[in-house]
């Protein structure tokens, strides 16, 4: 357990250190003013910070205040949402306390069952229920640590991150955890969890969704608008939300029934002949979203706003001298503008052995045309690290130029029926091939912004799905 304790008075800051060492095995970091607080809370993970709120602004500084104090409770809440505070107070009067009472939560964060408060008051001169508290929330977490994972070398965990899974994997009533990764290019990571009871027993199969507070709040807002309007078996229950214990990061966890244990990319890599049969049910599944949903105008640029800002589209097309490209945007084209995953590349679709998808990672969920799951997952198997044509040689550069001439295209391809399935769904659902067309520059214009892109196959499939527009 790491205790952050902000205290300019160095009898006090002994007689915390020893009151502390008394209770429990913890390391205590002192930090005796504003500055050295926030530089601290800024870089390191703590586990409870105890705030004295009259602090000077520097350490050795005589000015000590409350507000400095204050400055101190804020930027924790903002740097570490997550992170319990005890403060230290002169006199249950003062008239701070009925302010920072309204941030008051009582919740279960360290998975124990027990709840407590996130903030808490201690009297200063008057602290012998401090050796309480703080043994009661070192042992819930000292705890933490019976939980065993096991995982690949594929996932790497902060400690904030190891934090969210064992508090998740004791609320479930579990002592072991087996990790695997399934997504999760950017600051965020998603995994699966299959949690073992002291019995030897499965207690649950999960999928977690691990990020910033704002990620997983947004994600968790994206499930409860969109995600639940779809059938049920087409996505994942939601099980909680665990938003205390690991500083700045939260997870929201997912149910996952039994058997679903590949990514549609591992079903299509061993060449199973039930790829059609996935895609065609998760192209029946999202129906929902589109249903319905009456054709609109829609300029070209509206559609590649949805995968990339006006600002870094017009650098990437400056940087590979797509001089016709502003001129392509403008054009109008009718389309359907609904709901879409947004990212659904074969990783983020999980499949049973019959066959039958499941949806996951909901973070990039909003309006868009309908065409945009179907083309982002063909071309993902072309650009996501884990896409079974991401180290193929297959398509080529001149083959990469016939995007439109579906059969001449598939010319070598070694997974036929993956993009043949991915292709049919987009006609299906698209008002019409410019549509496609329209979405698949978007999504190839969002790859050349990425440094480990293979341009020239992303700038050869550009120029086939512009003679695709061309053409109709």
Not at 216 to 245: K, M, N, S, W
């Amino acid at each position: 357990m790491r205790v952050l304790v902000v205290e300019d008075d160095l009898e006090f800051v002994s007689d915390l250190e020893k009151a502390i060492a008394s209770a429990v095995k913890a390391e205590v970091v002192v930090a005796h003013s504003r500055d050295s607080a926030l530089e601290r809370l800024t870089h390191e993970f703590f586990d409870l910070v105890v705030l004295d709120l009259k602090i000077p602004t520097t350490d050795g500084h005589l000015g000590a205040a409350t507000e400095h104090g204050l400055a101190v409770f804020t930027k924790t809440q903002q740097l570490s949402p997550g992170t319990p505070i005890c403060i230290l107070t002169g006199s249950p009067a003062e008239s701070f306390i009925p302010d920072l009472l309204r941030r008051q939560h009582h919740v279960d964060i360290w998975g124990d069952g027990v709840k407590v408060g996130v903030v808490q008051f201690l009297k200063k001169w008057d602290f012998k229920e401090f050796p309480g508290l703080i043994t009661s929330m070192a042992q819930a977490v000292h705890r933490l640590a019976d939980v065993e994972l096991s995982r690949t070398n594929e996932v790497d965990l902060s400690t904030a991150e190891d934090r969210l899974v064992r508090i998740f994997t004791r609320r479930r009533s579990g002592v072991h955890c087996a990790l695997t990764k399934l997504g999760g290019l950017s600051g965020s990571k998603v995994l699966r969890m299959t949690i073992t009871g002291s019995d030897g027993g499965i207690r649950d199969r999960a999928v977690a969704k691990l990020g910033t507070l704002q990620e997983i709040e947004a994600e968790a807002e994206r499930y409860d608008r969109h995600v639940t309007r779809l059938e049920p078996v087409a996505t994942p229950r939601r099980l909680e939300t665990i938003q205390f214990g690991a500083r700045d990061r939260a997870g929201v966890f997912y149910s996952l029934a039994e058997g679903y244990d590949m990514s549609l990319f591992e079903l299509v890599r061993e060449d199973n002949p039930i790829v059609p049969d996935a895609l065609a049910g998760l192209a029946h599944l999202l129906t929902k979203w589109s249903d319905g949903v009456p054709w609109q105008p829609k300029a070209i640029s509206d559609v590649r706003r949805r995968l990339l800002s006006d600002k870094s589209a017009r650098l990437v097309i400056d940087t590979y001298s797509l001089d016709w490209a502003t001129d392509f945007e403008a054009l109008s084209i009718h389309l359907r503008w609904c709901c879409t995953h947004g990212d659904l590349h074969g990783g983020n679709v999980l499949v049973n052995r019959l066959g039958a998808p499941a949806l996951i990672d909901y973070g990039d969920i909003a309006d868009g045309p309908p065409a945009l799951d179907p083309v982002t997952l063909e071309l993902s198997g072309i650009f996501h690290p884990d896409g079974v044509f991401y180290s193929s040689e297959w398509p080529s550069v001149e083959t990469a130029k016939k995007w439109g001439e579906l059969d001449a295209y598939l010319s070598g391809c070694p997974h036929r029926d993956f993009v043949r399935g991915c292709r049919a769904w987009a006609l299906d659902v698209a008002a019409g091939s410019r549509e496609i067309a329209a979405t698949a520059y978007s999504y190839l214009l969002r790859q050349l912004k990425y440094a480990d892109t293979n341009k020239d196959r992303a700038l050869a499939l550009i120029e086939g799905v512009r003679a695709y527009y061309q053409s109709t």
